[in-house]
Every structure is written in C-alpha cells, then in structure tokens.
C-alpha cells in the first residue's frame, strides 16, 4: 500500500476547498446561495490589458518556454510600478522576480531559507498559507498574537520576551489580511529594527495596497529595509488578474538569487501573452484605481449595512477586499454562526477561525460580489 509523505499529517486541506464543494452540493439542490466567503475578484481587466494579450498571442515566441525570471521589460514595469506608487527604487535585473502568483512565493521563499526546525514567526490571525507552507518544510511556526486593541499590529515587547534564538523568518502582511488593518511607516520601521537586532528576514505580504486605501506603504521604502526585509505583491486584486496568476517579489539581489534557485527548479517560466498583459496593467493610470474603488466603495456600505443587520462591529477604517466584523457577545462560535447563515440565509462568509485562533468571535465579508448580490442579501434580513 502506497503512503503519503509524513509532511502531509500536519496539513490540513484548505477550509475554502473544503467548504466551496458544501456550498456546490446546496446549489445543485437548488439552494440559491450568495457566495460573501472568497476575495476573487469579480471585476475585469483593463481593456489595455487585454489587448495587450491578443497582440501577443501572434508573435513569434509566444508559445515558447520563457526565462525563469521573467521579460526584462515586465520587471522594468514592475521597478516602474514600485518607484512610482510607494517610492522604492529597484534594480529591475536583480532585485525584482516576477511570480505565478504571490502564493507560489510564499513556498519559494520557505524553501530557499528555512531548514527543518527553524523558528518562523506567523501573525495569528494571518494568512492560512504561512502555516501549512512552515509545516509542508519541516519549520516550527511560532505564532504571534494580534488584537483589535492593538490594531492588529504585534507588540513587540512581547515579542522580546521570547527565545527567538531559532526564528529565521517572520511574516508580516500589511495591509493586514483578513482584518483589513493598514499598518504604517512607523510600524515598519519597529519590524526593520527588530530584523536586524534579531537578525530575522521579515517578508512583508502586499497584495491589499490599492484597495480602498489612500495612502499605498511598501516596508521597502524604510531606510535599510533592504538588508533584512522582502516585499511580496499581487495583480490579482489590483487589477482584477487573479485567475492569470502574476505576482513578484522584491529584495536585496542575494535573497532574489535564492529565491530563484527554488523558482528555477519548479517552473518553466511564466506565458508570454499573461506577461505582456501584466506590463499594460501596471502601467494603469490614477483613473483606474479611482474607477475601481469607487465600485467596492459602494459594495462596503452595502456590507457595513449587512453587518449591522446582524448585530456585529467592525472598523470603517479598514482597507482591502474585505469587511472584517467582531460577532455579538451573545454568539459564541463564529463556524456555528457561518453555517446559520449558510443554511438559513444561503449566504456563505468566512469565520475568522480559518485564520487561526484570534480570529474566533469574528466573521469575514468579501466585497468581490455585484451590489445587486449584496442587495438582494440584505432583503433577506427585511
């Protein structure tokens, strides 16, 4: 009999695969259920990047194998992209590496610096892939705690207090994913002082930038940052390229070279058209990103509406694809309260406990639904 690696015992499936099919079989009984639990973007590209796609799709070397590392020029709009919006000049020939999409740099960059038994530092409540990427490579996650009294940043005099002596890495994600926190400038610059004092990378997660966020931050523009620090990012959620999977990740040239190392040996590099139509997209001008908040800026007041209905909390404040909102003190159990909804309300929304233990109490909209979804949701609470 054939077994599975021993890694696989501490993985878990993803909850959203799990629950996606539930709410698959409630459909095909006829269950007219509104999905509120995934940040997909439902919205289009540019109509420039999709141009950019067909133009390319006659050229000669299209359809051939690509460089691990990208088009020159797609870094060259990446560099462009990063000097522009958060002021953080990079050398697009060896600071710059475009990805299948952020998560896949979430494993890369695991593989390339953590041996088995290092310490990696994961915010609880965070991103789920942090976890299962330190598991799938035999490192110990060390949770850090965030709470809503502290806007979802860590306190690092706690932190101080621990044995960080096997800590290599410590994923931070700002804006913060899923409570929608914005971090700061003065916040990076404690996570850069902390890194060098403990000689820890941090890797910033930076997909959320653009979304209803007026002030874009990159911890790649703290002075310094670059000896200790990585900036992942994302066109799936700023232009609505979720499903092309296009991301990149930014360092110091020695950290990029490792990262590379892993990357090389486990794709054989991106589409040629995916990466043409990714150069349009980050090329976009001011109108775009006006254009597309203004859309989720009415689909959050639908939201805030929603969660008044049902009694929770939330920050106004918050950015990103996502309303995060604290449940009433009288419900105790935000997965018993997601399948109340679920079964009766046909709704679907994400408990805060698939992203880890802090987020109990809590629940988890997505704005990448149409507002006559959100509206017709809220008919449903008349």
């Known amino acids: 009999m054939i077994t599975t690696a021993k890694r696989l015992d501490q993985v878990q499936e993803y909850y959203f695969s799990q629950k996606l099919r539930e709410v698959r079989e ?48 797609l870094r060259q709009a990446m560099a462009n992209f990063y000097a522009t919006h958060f002021k953080v000049n990079l050398n697009p020939d060896s600071e710059i590496l475009p990805l299948m999409g952020s998560k896949e740099g979430i494993l890369h960059i695991a593989m390339a610096f953590l041996n088995e038994g290092d310490g990696v530092l994961i915010p609880n409540p965070g991103y789920p892939t942090y976890a299962s990427v330190a598991n799938l490579v035999g490192a110990e996650s060390v949770f850090y705690d965030l709470s809503a009294e502290r806007n979802w940043e860590p306190d690092f005099k706690v ?31 404690k996570l850069i002082a902390f890194a060098k004092k403990h000689r820890i990378l941090i890797v910033n997660d930076n997909p959320y930038s653009f979304i209803l966020n007026e002030n874009p931050e990159s911890i790649l523009s703290i002075p310094g940052a670059m000896e200790v620090a990585m900036e992942l990012n994302s066109l799936s959620k700023t232009f609505n390229m979720a499903g092309w999977r296009v991301g990149m990740v930014m360092g110091e040239k020695k950290v990029i070279q490792a990262v590379l190392k892993v990357k090389s040996n486990m794709d054989s590099g991106m589409f040629y058209g995916i990466q043409k139509g990714a150069i349009a997209a980050l090329q976009s001008d001011a109108d775009w990103f006006a254009k597309q908040n203004e859309v989720y800026q009415t689909r959050r007041n639908l939201v805030f509406k929603l969660a008044r209905k049902l009694n929770c909390t939330f920050d106004t404040n918050s950015v990103g694809l996502f309303v995060w909102a604290k449940l009433p003190p009288e419900e105790k159990s935000a997965e018993a309260f997601v399948d109340k909804l679920l079964y009766d309300k046909n709704l679907f929304i994400a408990p805060g406990t698939i992203f880890g233990s802090n987020g109990e109490g809590y629940i988890r909209f997505s704005l990448c639904i149409p507002e006559e979804k959100i509206k017709e949701i809220l008919k449903r609470f008349e």
């Open 26 to 73: 409630l459909q095909a009984k006829g269950k007219p259920v509104i999905n509120m639990g995934i940040g997909s973007p439902d919205l289009a590209p540019a109509t420039a990047v999709m141009e950019a796609v067909q133009e390319a799709m006659l050229q000669p070397a299209a359809h051939q194998y690509q460089s691990y590392q990208g088009l020159p020029e």
């Open 159 to 189: 932190l101080e207090k621990q044995d960080l002596s096997r800590v290599k890495l410590m994923w931070v994600s700002y804006p913060h994913m899923p409570t929608g926190a914005t971090g700061n400038r003065m916040l990076f610059e």
